[in-house]
């Protein structure tokens, strides 16, 4: 690296996720050139080099920021930002780690789990001292898509497949995942929930997957499957969940997103007693991503392609 300090701005909407002073110790630790700023000190606008941004921006917020290399959008989506606003000549960048994706996979296969063998149950039974053994779905007898077949949902899959769940994805594009049924595209939709006992929805979220999550998709799933969103909360159409599950079309709903967060006391979710609701923590160090912010510093210092770039097209 030159001489030439890298100029970071912070800006944390959600201190309870991120310690910018930890953020600020750790990246001066790996790249000593480094100057951090938090948000809303900003200094100079013109001379800073990258952006960290945990939500989206207010309009003109890039403007006067005429140096501006990169901006990390500290999450596994930037659906925050406008993406039809956002400076195109500007590189933006998704937080991508294994540690977060690794998080957000134990959270999928935890939930599936703790329905499969009747976690909730048995924790009643105790409360009532009740001795009463419940026999699970047979594994092999049990199906699963994963709607997102990307670093999480891929990972999520293979692991079912792995214990012996009958598993599939579905995604934008087919996918080859050994052991694994890849359906593909708006037309293989309605076939890849068919039958199935648990729909994970890991997707992205853009114009083509808000509000995927609605009653016709909910009138074609088996009846009495089981819903895990741990992707963005506009995949669903709450309204019509609520009726999917009042109607005994699904079983239940574990949901860790949602269209406002955090969520509205007078949300009709809370009380639903077929609703497992948490607070957006499947992934929830994103401390893990310091390492990958000093990479993201030295590309920029180096002039190098930055990693995890986002498509523009695509949304992801």
Partial sequence: MSGKPISVLMVNEYPDYIDAEVWAAE?????????????????????????????GSSPGFFDAMTGLRAV????????????????????????????????????????????????????GQQARKI???????????????????GRIGGWAAKLFAELGYDTAVWSRHQKALPGIKSYFG???????????????????????????????????????????NVARGAHVNDADLIHALDEDQLSGACLDVFQREPLEPSSPLWNHPK???????????????IDQVADLCRQVARGDHLS?????????
């Avoid at 990246?27 to 939500?55: C, M, S, T």
């Avoid at 039958?195 to 999550?213: E, K, M, N």
């Avoid at 609701?277 to 991503?289: L, Q």
Wanted: charged share 20%.
């Fill in 72 to 123: 990390l959008y500290l999450g596994a989506g930037v659906d925050g930002m406008d993406l039809q606003t956002f400076p195109k000549s500007v590189p933006l960048v998704r937080l991508a780690t294994r540690e977060l994706a690794s998080e957000v996979v134990q959270y999928i296969v935890l939930r599936v789990l703790c329905q499969q063998r009747h976690v909730a149950e048995y924790m």
């Fill in 308 to 316: 995890n770039r986002i498509d523009f097209e695509l949304g992801y």
């Fill in 186 to 228: 708006p037309a293989q939709l309605a076939d890849a929930l068919t039958g199935r006992d648990y729909v994970i929805c890991s997707l992205p979220l853009t114009a083509d997957t808000r509000g995927i999550l609605n009653s016709s998709a909910f009138g074609i799933m088996k009846r009495g499957a089981y819903l895990v």
């Fill in 131 to 149: 001795w009463n053994p419940i026999a699970p779905r047979k594994v092999s007898e049990t199906r699963i898509v994963v709607l997102g077949a």
């Fill in 275 to 289: 609703v497992t609701i948490t607070p957006h923590v499947a992934s929830f160090w994103v401390d893990s991503g």
């Fill in 27 to 55: 990246l001066k630790n790996r790249v000593p050139q480094l100057e951090f700023r938090l948000w809303p000190d900003a200094g100079n606008k013109g001379d800073i080099d990258v952006v960290l941004i945990d939500k």
